[in-house]
């Protein structure tokens, strides 16, 4: 009989837990605060717009430590428990601007781009184990974020649903939806992807991206 995740009635309660987990010590201290962990959502993440010859060195090590360092760091403290307990689901929120890297973004980008590699590289660290790595490329998001960004390049005056529309339009003119995405739309993937069905679900990069990135391929 395949593994699968531990029976409900042994899960615990819904907890928190307050650590930051962009340092090392706050990382670990979340770690063996939450015990057995059978499944990681890597989904922290900071973006912001800026001309590419203004982003200095101190921006670029920010965004890596919280886009690309965080998410290595707490799967290299999971990874071992699952694939020594055979089960374990890792899925990381990338996102499109992996593939088409915004103008004004290029740090977030590339360094999501980064979490794509790297999540191709731990699903093979953990290659026969029961244990699946995948990344799941977001599309952009209705978060407070995105409303400020849309906001940037929207004129104010629109209420919030015409501001979208209009950046849709005029921003993002090739996506089939026309729309920004709910979260909830972005988390359906993630349960799928940490469930029993995506047993043969590994070192991908699955699109929830609305259509955005003008490919045939996920």
């Not at 026309?178 to 739309?185: C, D, K, N, Y």
């Amino acid at each position: 009989m395949a593994k699968g995740p531990r029976s409900s009635a042994s899960i615990d309660r819904r907890r928190g837990v307050t650590a930051d987990v962009t340092a090392a010590q706050g990382a670990e201290a979340l770690v063996d605060a939450s015990g057995a962990v059978d499944v990681l959502v890597n989904n922290l993440g900071i973006f912001g717009s800026t001309p590419a010859l203004e982003i200095d060195d101190d921006e670029w090590r920010r965004l890596f430590a919280v886009n690309v360092l965080n998410a290595a760091r707490l799967t290299r403290l999971v990874l071992p428990g699952m694939t020594g307990r055979g089960w374990g689901r890792v899925p990381n929120i990338a996102s499109d601007s992996a593939i088409v890297i915004p103008k004004d973004m290029i740090h977030y980008g590339a360094l999501k781009s980064a979490l794509l590699a790297m999540s191709r590289r731990y699903a093979k660290a953990a290659s026969g184990t029961g244990v699946t790595v995948n990344s799941v490329i977001a599309g952009l998001t209705d978060t407070e974020g995105v409303e400020d960004f849309v906001y940037e390049l929207v004129d104010r005056p629109l209420d919030c649903d015409a501001a979208q529309r209009e950046f849709m339009r005029t921003a993002r003119p090739q996506s089939p939806i026309g729309r920004l995405i709910e979260p909830a739309e972005i988390a359906n993937m993630v349960v799928y992807l940490a469930s029993p069905l995506a047993s043969t679900t590994a070192g991908g990069a699955l699109r929830v991206d609305g259509g955005y990135v003008d490919s045939i391929l996920p």
